[in-house]
């Protein structure tokens, strides 16, 4: 008897193995002093492991195998009202380089290496994956982008090629359209890509931003073609956006952001541009990672970093500094900094002679990308430090800080559900991670809160 209640404590392979043999030898022997004891044994077995498994916050699940662990995703949504629910996806087949949630708001897109994966997100704590999107060579993806009526899917690639795919019947996706590179310097880095609100047009950017017309995804034709950077460095990404009604386009590119009036496709006319951190000369280089507007178009997020080396005669100095910035973007000619989220420092609002706009402490690393909710009241940032931010921007010139996401390697991508209740987060460690937020009703500011349930 003490010997079969040792064997329940020892380990669970050595449990089952000593349990039945017990069980077994009394059967033989056909001896109940034998069997009884096996049969309690079992039996304090399983109460032991279910407890173990309710105190894990992991029930047992249909068809799992005893003594199995349930999957990160089955697990309970966190039940301290104070922590953010989150769940995760599992690892994709490569570092996350994009992502993007359909307009349904029921599946997420995750792009890295040469694939991309579609995830059933309708219920974030059981995502399951519906469809993949692979490409047969050595390539990356480096951008993923829904159309608005969610019909197309495009993909950008570090070759600086775009494939367009019918995601109309998502368990079954296709290729249908695949826009060639252009011909030229294959150093350029990757492309990016982003769907007009009219699902008609593509903005392709890398060296050159292309607008394609898409409406014959199988036959895609360009519409026009935008400059971009006149001296190109090899390793700067870029990164393009339009405005909720189509008439405003964004393409970033080394040190500037242009904008574009694109009420006329064919004939677009450029309005202004801005300069995060001025001019580089030299050996300061700058870096536009990413660009966001609000819902109303009037404000312009940028994430940006920049290298700077300084030599004072005797010795080199090598910095690296990256920040969040806000545009006004109401007038479109005259784009206007609104604040700052710097890497560096304390907040300060003091204003120098170079520097006339409030500054507040963002990410310890490098930012890497940004995303409005679709109400326009809140900013979603992520950097290299393993953070992304959520930020209030009910005042503009006075971000503050609503929720902070930690994950375990940096973030390189995040979107926002058009619902504004499921914020995505993709990492180099090949996660992905789910984000509940409840809104308020009247929609006034957006806060994190767990899953009922």
């Given at each position: 008897?003490?010997?079969?209640?040792?064997?329940?404590?020892?380990?669970?392979?050595?449990?089952?193995?000593?349990?039945?043999?017990?069980?077994?030898?009394?059967?033989?022997?056909?001896?109940?002093?034998?069997?009884?004891?096996?049969?309690?044994?079992?039996?304090?077995?399983?109460?032991?492991?279910?407890?173990?498994?309710?105190?894990?916050?992991?029930?047992?699940?249909?068809?799992?195998?005893?003594?199995?662990?349930?999957?990160?995703?089955?697990?309970?949504?966190?039940?301290?009202?104070?922590?953010?629910?989150?769940?995760?996806?599992?690892?994709?087949?490569?570092?996350?380089?994009?992502?993007?949630?359909?307009?349904?708001?029921?599946?997420?897109?995750?792009?890295?290496?040469?694939?991309?994966?579609?995830?059933?997100?309708?219920?974030?704590?059981?995502?399951?994956?519906?469809?993949?999107?692979?490409?047969?060579?050595?390539?990356?993806?480096?951008?993923?982008?829904?159309?608005?009526?969610?019909?197309?899917?495009?993909?950008?690639?570090?070759?600086?090629?775009?494939?367009?795919?019918?995601?109309?019947?998502?368990?079954?996706?296709?290729?249908?359209?695949?826009?060639?590179?252009?011909?030229?310097?294959?150093?350029?880095?990757?492309?990016?890509?982003?769907?007009?609100?009219?699902?008609?047009?593509?903005?392709?950017?890398?060296?050159?931003?292309?607008?394609?017309?898409?409406?014959?995804?199988?036959?895609?034709?360009?519409?026009?073609?935008?400059?971009?950077?006149?001296?190109?460095?090899?390793?700067?990404?870029?990164?393009?956006?339009?405005?909720?009604?189509?008439?405003?386009?964004?393409?970033?590119?080394?040190?500037?952001?242009?904008?574009?009036?694109?009420?006329?496709?064919?004939?677009?006319?450029?309005?202004?541009?801005?300069?995060?951190?001025?001019?580089?000369?030299?050996?300061?280089?700058?870096?536009?990672?990413?660009?966001?507007?609000?819902?109303?178009?009037?404000?312009?997020?940028?994430?940006?970093?920049?290298?700077?080396?300084?030599?004072?005669?005797?010795?080199?100095?090598?910095?690296?500094?990256?920040?969040?910035?806000?545009?006004?973007?109401?007038?479109?000619?005259?784009?206007?900094?609104?604040?700052?989220?710097?890497?560096?420092?304390?907040?300060?609002?003091?204003?120098?002679?170079?520097?006339?706009?409030?500054?507040?402490?963002?990410?310890?690393?490098?930012?890497?990308?940004?995303?409005?909710?679709?109400?326009?009241?809140?900013?979603?940032?992520?950097?290299?430090?393993?953070?992304?931010?959520?930020?209030?921007?009910?005042?503009?010139?006075?971000?503050?800080?609503?929720?902070?996401?930690?994950?375990?390697?940096?973030?390189?991508?995040?979107?926002?559900?058009?619902?504004?209740?499921?914020?995505?987060?993709?990492?180099?460690?090949?996660?992905?991670?789910?984000?509940?937020?409840?809104?308020?009703?009247?929609?006034?500011?957006?806060?994190?809160?767990?899953?009922d349930g």
């Amino acid at each position: 008897m003490t010997l079969c209640f040792m064997w329940v404590w020892t380990g669970r392979t050595l449990t089952l193995v000593g349990v039945a043999a017990t069980i077994g030898a009394g059967l033989a022997m056909r001896s109940w002093w034998v069997l009884l004891p096996g049969a309690a044994a079992l039996a304090a077995w399983l109460l032991i492991d279910l407890s173990r498994r309710e105190e894990a916050g992991q029930a047992l699940q249909p068809g799992m195998p005893v003594g199995a662990r349930a999957p990160a995703s089955r697990r309970q949504p966190p039940t301290d009202p104070a922590a953010p629910a989150r769940w995760q996806i599992p690892p994709h087949v490569d570092a996350v380089q994009a992502v993007a949630i359909h307009p349904s708001g029921r599946v997420v897109a995750v792009g890295g290496g040469n694939t991309v994966v579609l995830w059933q997100a309708a219920d974030p704590a059981h995502p399951t994956r519906i469809g993949v999107l692979a490409w047969g060579k050595s390539v990356t993806v480096v951008s993923v982008a829904f159309a608005v009526d969610g019909r197309l899917l495009a993909a950008g690639c570090d070759d600086r090629s775009v494939s367009v795919f019918d995601v109309t019947r998502l368990a079954a996706p296709g290729r249908v359209g695949v826009l060639p590179a252009p011909v030229g310097d294959r150093q350029v880095p990757a492309c990016a890509v982003a769907f007009a609100p009219d699902g008609r047009h593509l903005a392709v950017a890398d060296r050159a931003a292309v607008v394609w017309d898409v409406t014959a995804p199988a036959w895609p034709r360009p519409v026009v073609t935008l400059p971009l950077a006149r001296r190109w460095r090899r390793g700067v990404r870029c990164a393009t956006t339009f405005t909720a009604d189509g008439r405003l386009l964004a393409l970033a590119s080394r040190t500037t952001v242009v904008l574009w009036d694109m009420a006329d496709p064919i004939h677009p006319t450029r309005l202004g541009c801005l300069r995060p951190y001025g001019f580089s000369l030299g050996i300061n280089a700058v870096s536009v990672h990413a660009v966001a507007f609000s819902a109303d178009g009037a404000i312009l997020a940028t994430a940006s970093s920049q290298h700077i080396e300084s030599y004072d005669g005797f010795s080199m100095t090598v910095s690296d500094t990256s920040a969040v910035d806000l545009w006004d973007v109401a007038d479109p000619t005259r784009p206007r900094r609104l604040a700052r989220l710097d890497q560096r420092g304390a907040a300060s609002l003091r204003s120098s002679r170079h520097r006339r706009y409030p500054t507040f402490t963002g990410h310890a690393d490098a930012a890497q990308a940004v995303a409005f909710s679709p109400a326009g009241r809140a900013l979603l940032t992520a950097g290299a430090d393993g953070a992304a931010i959520l930020w209030d921007l009910t005042t503009p010139t006075r971000p503050s800080v609503t929720d902070l996401f930690p994950h375990d390697s940096p973030v390189d991508a995040v979107a926002f559900s058009p619902d504004g209740q499921l914020m995505a987060t993709g990492c180099r460690d090949r996660g992905t991670t789910l984000w509940y937020t409840r809104q308020h009703q009247q929609e006034t500011t957006d806060t994190v809160q767990p899953v009922d349930g």
